[in-house]
């Protein structure tokens, strides 16, 4: 893989500015921000930070390009962003691999991304024609109520590192589709990735003549505050750390904007005296080593069955003496490298308090090198014997820590389950019926998400996504999780020749 070659056939070049609204790049007196690649430790590019003078010429041109947008027939919006699927599918494999070298994951988990980018704008394209209301029936004769949805103007994607692409274009492709017009402040960690997608997007807009502002990119962390206070933005989509996101959310609702909170997971897999063992190790190993624990559904802690529980535990540390770590573009590995060395920090100090708080290794893990491990950002996944109430597990561990504990009865399988701040997703290996029926019961799992017999990682868009308590009760992708991006507006038609009040009241002149 010539990484050269890829930037250049996603419009990457040496003179990028963070700062875009389409081709145009706006010059920018602002620092620079450098994406160094986790698989090597080298420089990539370096791009501009926007400043303030940038972003008020990025938010003045979404204005603008707002009043023509909102204007457009929404399956004609679904055009424009079906033209953008059609890209996403011609620059897959370039984007893919940008993901995965700039990020981290593995190729195949690049690709995936991007697939689901692709089927994002599939489903929005469809959502275009579906952008229902419903009729009323009004107690007045001769009125007709209804209600309907409108854009809300410029929506606000503040994006992680993580999944540097797909997140972005869950609330993208369904903004576009809802009138809305968009503005990205992607990771200063992945900030290439931010400026290939908005490259392929814009070229799909000037084809069809549209204003560049439908579509904009501003980077830096300055940016992400402007927006958080600039009123123009009656909506901010945020997916980050619970701490971050109790900023957010505190800010925007003091100016009365809504918010799309995306944050903490904390997800377990019960594993049941009665699942299918085999398959629950395949689950809990992806969930919990896939993109090296970097998902916000990643598998943090399995709850396994005491009569299990030892069975179980050998054929997972088995797992994990087979799991191969290198370099992710390598499809014969499993696993690659911690997004940069603050991360491996986190991870090591992670492991220390494990032990600290009374917590056992059943697999060791540890910074690891030698050759095409050079960046110092591979680690080795482990597996710590815990208790659910130690202060480590009720965190959210971002890196491949998996965490083991036993139970005896389903409730207390479930209330362990709970029994943490966040609640993101969750699952239960079983092939009892009543089992799987009490964890998807309203007494069961109190995640966004919960699963029967496939792990926490890898929804689907078709289904809405977010979770509840800290993770902060957002909903994006599927399902009716486009509401969120529009103003609901209910409707009144008096086609009499008299004014009847409500509630019959009588008030005459």
């Known amino acids: 893989?010539?990484?050269?070659?890829?930037?250049?056939?996603?419009?990457?070049?040496?003179?990028?500015?963070?700062?875009?609204?389409?081709?145009?790049?706006?010059?920018?007196?602002?620092?620079?921000?450098?994406?160094?690649?986790?698989?090597?430790?080298?420089?990539?590019?370096?791009?501009?930070?926007?400043?303030?003078?940038?972003?008020?010429?990025?938010?003045?041109?979404?204005?603008?390009?707002?009043?023509?947008?909102?204007?457009v027939p929404?399956?004609?919006?679904?055009?424009?962003?079906?033209?953008?699927?059609?890209?996403?599918?011609?620059?897959?494999?370039?984007?893919?691999?940008?993901?995965?070298?700039e990020m981290g994951k593995?190729?195949?988990?690049g690709m995936g991304e991007v697939q689901e980018m692709i089927d994002i704008c599939d489903f929005a394209v469809g959502l275009s024609r579906q952008l229902y209301g419903l009729t009323m029936h009004s107690e007045r004769p001769n009125h007709r109520m209804y209600e309907q949805w409108h854009p809300m103007g410029i929506v606000s994607i503040i994006s992680a590192f993580n999944f540097p692409v797909a997140v972005w274009a869950?609330?993208?492709?369904?903004?576009?589709?809802?009138?809305?017009?968009?503005?990205?402040?992607?990771?200063?960690?992945?900030?290439?990735?931010?400026?290939?997608?908005?490259?392929?997007?814009?070229?799909?807009?000037?084809?069809?003549?549209?204003?560049?502002?439908?579509?904009?990119?501003?980077?830096?962390?300055?940016?992400?505050?402007?927006?958080?206070?600039?009123?123009?933005?009656?909506?901010?989509?945020?997916?980050?750390?619970?701490?971050?996101?109790?900023?957010?959310?505190?800010t925007v609702a003091g100016r009365f904007g809504r918010t799309i909170l995306e944050l903490g997971g904390n997800?377990?897999?019960i594993i049941s005296d009665s699942a299918d063992l085999e398959m629950?190790?395949?689950?809990?190993?992806?969930?919990?080593?896939?993109?090296?624990?970097?998902?916000?559904?990643?598998?943090?802690?399995?709850?396994?069955?005491?009569?299990?529980?030892?069975?179980?535990?050998?054929?997972?540390?088995?797992?994990?003496a087979q799991i191969k770590i290198g370099d992710p573009l390598n499809e014969n590995n499993h696993m690659g490298p911690l997004i940069d060395k603050d991360a491996v920090q986190a991870y090591l100090n992670s492991i220390e308090k494990v032990k600290q708080q009374g917590g056992r290794f059943l697999v060791e893990g540890g910074v690891l090198n030698g050759a095409g491990l050079e960046s110092g950002c591979y680690v080795k996944p482990c597996i710590a014997e815990v208790e659910n109430h130690y202060e480590i597990v009720q965190e959210e561990t971002f890196a491949p820590i998996l965490y083991v504990m036993k139970y005896s009865r389903i409730e207390e399988a479930i209330q362990m389950q709970n029994d943490v701040p966040q609640g993101l997703s969750s699952a239960i290996m079983t092939l009892n019926l009543r089992e799987a029926e009490q964890f998807l019961s309203a007494s069961?799992?109190?995640?966004?998400?919960?699963?029967?017999?496939?792990?926490?990682s890898g929804a689907e868009i078709g289904g809405a996504f977010g979770g509840e308590k800290e993770t902060g009760g957002g909903r994006e992708s599927g399902s009716d999780a486009w509401k969120g991006y529009m103003r609901r507006q209910t409707n009144t038609i008096n086609y009499s020749n008299t004014l009847p009040l409500a509630q019959g009241i009588k008030f005459d002149l």
């Not at 893989?1 to 419009?11: A, P, Q, V």
């Not at 593995?106 to 988990?109: A, T, V």
């Not at 809990?284 to 559904?297: K, N």
């Open 106 to 109: 593995s190729l195949q988990e």
């Open 444 to 456: 069961g799992s109190d995640c966004g998400i919960a699963n029967v017999n496939i792990g926490t």
């Open 1 to 71: 893989m010539n990484i050269n070659d890829i930037l250049t056939r996603l419009g990457i070049t040496s003179n990028n500015s963070g700062t875009s609204t389409g081709t145009n790049k706006l010059q920018s007196t602002a620092a620079t921000i450098t994406s160094y690649s986790p698989v090597n430790g080298e420089v990539i590019a370096t791009i501009q930070s926007t400043d303030a003078e940038g972003y008020e010429a990025v938010m003045q041109q979404a204005q603008q390009a707002f009043l023509y947008w909102r204007a």
């Open 267 to 269: 997800n377990a897999i």
């Open 170 to 250: 869950w609330n993208t492709a369904l903004a576009l589709v809802c009138g809305n017009v968009c503005v990205w402040k992607p990771s200063s960690k992945t900030p290439l990735c931010a400026v290939a997608c908005q490259n392929i997007v814009a070229k799909v807009l000037k084809a069809n003549d549209l204003p560049e502002g439908i579509s904009s990119l501003v980077t830096g962390n300055a940016c992400g505050n402007l927006m958080n206070e600039d009123k123009r933005i009656p909506l901010i989509s945020f997916t980050g750390s619970t701490r971050v996101g109790r900023l957010v959310s505190a």
């Open 74 to 101: 929404a399956p004609k919006r679904g055009e424009i962003v079906r033209q953008f699927g059609d890209a996403l599918r011609l620059h897959k494999a370039d984007l893919g691999a940008l993901v995965s070298y």
């Open 280 to 320: 629950s190790v395949i689950g809990a190993v992806f969930g919990a080593v896939g993109t090296a624990g970097q998902r916000c559904t990643s598998t943090r802690r399995l709850i396994i069955h005491e009569s299990v529980y030892n069975d179980f535990t050998t054929k997972l540390t088995k797992a994990y």
